[in-house]
Structures are given as structure tokens and as C-alpha cells.
């Protein structure tokens, strides 16, 4: 299973951008997908879920900017982020819970992060 993670770049504070991360390979399902970051020097933290139910959950530090989204028919989520500031610096990462059609367990998976830079 691969993931390939997009959209990153440099935008301004107030800013928007949208990352996607499409999921592929052997795919029997796929469970939750999330999105999480890490700004250099720090430890990777989670900014939001997707789960399976349609359930979504954020960090409190981007609940109100960030919306994540997910196409079920295209293993792909997303994520729109508004309103940037400079400390959503950082690199985010995506992750999808899968089960691939040569197992009967769900496992993690990571996509290879994109950079987003928020600065005027």
C-alpha cells in the first residue's frame, strides 16, 4: 500500500491550501484516515480524523480553520486549511488504516509528507 500525500507549498498567514492524500495497492478496505504534523524540532502530533463511520475529530489548535474530507471511491482524504498562521508550519503527513486483500488485519500506513510554510 502506498500514499501519496500533495499540496503543500508556501502561502501567506490568513491563506488557505488544500493537501490530498490518495491511498493505493492492494486495498481491501480502508479503516480511519488522518492527517498529522511535525513542525522542526517538535514531535509529530495529530490534527485530525476521519473515521470510518464518518466521524470527524481536530486538534483544538485548528478546530474552526481546518476541514478534513475524505472519497471513499478514490481512497483519498483531505485536507482544506484556512485562515494559516505561521505556527501551522510544518510538515504534514498523512495516514490511512488498512486491511490489504492478503490479510484479515488492519495496519498503519504512512504517506511521505509534504511541507506546508506559512510566511509573508
Known amino acids: 500500500v502506498q500514499l501519496q500525500a500533495s499540496g503543500g507549498g508556501l502561502v501567506q498567514p490568513g491563506g488557505s491550501l488544500r493537501l490530498s492524500c490518495a491511498a493505493s495497492g492492494s486495498i481491501f478496505s480502508v479503516s480511519t484516515m488522518s492527517w498529522y504534523r511535525q513542525a522542526p524540532g517538535q514531535q509529530r502530533d495529530l490534527v485530525a480524523h476521519f473515521f470510518a463511520n464518518g466521524v470527524t475529530s481536530y486538534a483544538d489548535s485548528v478546530k474552526g480553520r481546518f476541514t478534513i474530507s475524505r472519497d471513499n471511491a478514490k481512497n483519498t482524504v483531505y485536507l482544506q486549511m484556512s485562515s494559516l498562521k505561521s505556527e501551522d508550519t510544518a510538515v504534514y503527513y498523512c495516514?490511512?488504516?488498512?486491511?490489504?486483500?492478503?490479510?484479515?488485519?488492519?495496519?498503519?500506513?504512512w504517506g511521505q509528507g509534504t511541507l506546508v510554510t506559512v510566511s509573508s
Open positions: 495516514l490511512a488504516i488498512v486491511r490489504t486483500r492478503d490479510s484479515p488485519v488492519f495496519n498503519n500506513y
